[in-house]
C-alpha cells in the first residue's frame, strides 16, 4: 500500500475508506469509556476511581465521541463516499478536493477528542456542554467547543458536495424514483445538517464567550437565560437524531432488498411520505427535550404533538422494511441478521420512546436511566448495528474478499444478546427510579445486581464487536475472492468489479427504461 497516495487521495472511494477507519477507532475509544463507566457501576462507592471528575470524562468522551465521531461520520461519511457515486453512475463526487479536505478534517476533530486524555484539564460537559455547569468547571470548554466546530464544518462541506453530486452527475436513465433509497436517506441527512448545524455552531462559540471573554448570553445574573443555549442545543441535536436515523434505516433498506432478493414495498410512500415527512417535521420537535427545564406549558404541549406527529413518517419506513420482507426469499446471512436486528431494536426503542412525547410522563421519567435505555435502543445501538450490517454487505464490494460467515454470525449473536442485556434492564430500573448520569449509587442500594447484570452484558457487547471488527481485518487480508455481484443485487454498485477501479466504471454506465435499483428477477 502507497501511504503517500492514501494520505492525498481525492478517489470517494479511498476518502470513504478513511472514513470508515477513523470512524472505528471512534467507536473503539467510546466503547471503552463505556466500558469504564460499567466497571465503575458495577459496585456501590468507587469501584476503579474515586474521581468523579474522571467518571464524567468518561461520560463526555463515550457521547461526544460515539455520535460526532463514529455514527455520524460513518453513516454519512463512510457509506455516503463509498455508496452514493456507485449507486448514481457517477466517476466520483462533484468536488473531489473539498471531499479529501472534509475527511481530514474529521481526524482532526478526532485528533482533539483524543487529546482529552492528555491535557491536565480535560471536558467533562458531558456531550451537551450545558451552561452554567461548562462555563464554571475548571474543564477545557473551549477544546469541546473547538472540536464540535471542527467536526461541524465538515459535514457541513460534505452535505454541500453530495447534494450537488446527486443533482448533476447521475448517470443517464437514472430518473429521481430510481434513486435508492439509501440515496434519498442521506440526501435528506445532509440537508438537515446543512439547516441546523450553524445552529450548534452558534450555541458552543456562546459557551467558549462566555467562559474566556467574559460576555453573559447564559449568565441569569447578568441578564442571560441558561435556556437559550439548551433551546440553541437541541434546535440541532434533536435534528441530529434523524441526521443518523435517516441513513442507518436507508443501509437497512439496501441490505433488507439485497438479501431478501424482493423490491421495496411502497417506494414512493418511503422516499415521500417516510424520508420528506421526516426531513419536514425534524425540527419542530426539539422542545421535548426541555419539559423539564422550566418551558411553559402551552409549549409543552405544542411540542408534544409534533413529537407524536413525527412518529407517522418514521411508522411509514418501518412499514416499508416489513412490507419488503413480505413473500421474500429470504438469505439469513451476516448483514441479514443485522439488520433484522436493528429491525427489532429500533421497534423496542421507538414504541417505548412515545412516553417519553408526553409531558407528564416524561415528567417522571426524564432524569432515569430510563431515557438512556431508550435512547441506546432506538438510536445508539440500533444505528451501530445499522453500520455493521452496511460493512458486511458492501465489504465484498470493498475489498473483493469475502469476511468468514461463522464469525460474523457469532459476532451479531453476542451483540445482540448482550444489548438487550444491558438496555432492557436499564430502562425497567429506569421506571423504578434509578437516576441517570450518577457516579455512585449509594442511595439506590436496590439496584446494584441490576447493575452488574448491565456490566456482565456490556463485556458481551464488548466481544461481539471487537469480533466482528476482526473478522473484517482477516477478511480483507485473507479472505476468499467474492466475485463482483455476490449478493446478486440489481443496484448499479454491483455492476463494476470488485473494488472499483479509480473512475468506477470504464465508461460511464446508463440503465434502460425498465431498471430499477430493486427489480429482482423472480424465479
Known sequence: MNLKEWIFTTDHKRVGVLYLIGSILAFAIAGVMALLMRAE????????????????????????????????PALTGFFANFCIP????AKDVAFP??????????????????????IPDPPDVMWTGYPPYSTITTGNTAMYSFTVLILGFASIIGGVNFLTTVAYMRAPG???????????????????QLIFVPVLGTAVTLISMDKYLGTNFFDPSKGGDVLTYQNLFWFYSHPAVYVIFLPYFGVVYEVIAAHAKNMVFNYK????????????????????????????????IGQMVTTLMISIPVGLMVIGLVGTLYKSSISFTTPMLYALGVVFLFLIGGLTGVPLAVPSLTLHLSDTYYVVGHFHYVM????????????????????????????????????????????????????????????????????????????AGAVILGLGFGIAVLNWIVGAMKGPPAGDNPWGSPSLEWTTVSPPPHGNWPTPPSVSADWHPYGFKKG
Open 380 to 455: 445508539a445501538v440500533a444505528g451501530t448495528f445499522s453500520i455493521f450490517a452496511g460493512v458486511y454487505h458492501w465489504f465484498p464490494k470493498m475489498t473483493g474478499r469475502m469476511y468468514n460467515e461463522f464469525w460474523g454470525k457469532a459476532g451479531f449473536w453476542l451483540t445482540f444478546v448482550g444489548t438487550n442485556i444491558v438496555f432492557w434492564i436499564m430502562m425497567d430500573i429506569g421506571v423504578d427510579g434509578m437516576p441517570r448520569r450518577y457516579y455512585d449509587y449509594a442511595h439506590f442500594p436496590q439496584f446494584e445486581h441490576a447493575h452488574q447484570w448491565m456490566t
Open 97 to 118: 478536493r473539498v471531499n479529501a479536505l472534509s475527511v481530514w478534517l474529521f481526524y482532526v476533530g478526532l485528533i482533539l477528542a483524543v487529546m482529552t486524555f492528555f
Open 269 to 300: 410512500m418511503v422516499v415521500y411520505g417516510g424520508i420528506g415527512g421526516i426531513v419536514l417535521l425534524a425540527g419542530e420537535v426539539w422542545v421535548h427535550h426541555l419539559y423539564v427545564s422550566g418551558m411553559a406549558d402551552w409549549l409543552r
Open 41 to 72: 457501576l458495577s459496585t456501590i462507592g468507587p469501584t476503579i476511581t474515586g474521581n468523579p471528575t474522571q467518571y464524567n470524562v468518561w461520560l463526555y468522551a463515550h457521547g461526544a465521541v460515539m455520535i460526532l465521531g463514529f455514527q455520524i
Open 86 to 89: 456507485l449507486m448514481i453512475g
Open 174 to 192: 437514472i430518473t429521481l424514483n430510481k434513486l435508492n433509497i439509501f440515496v434519498w436517506c442521506t440526501l435528506g441527512a445532509f440537508v438537515l
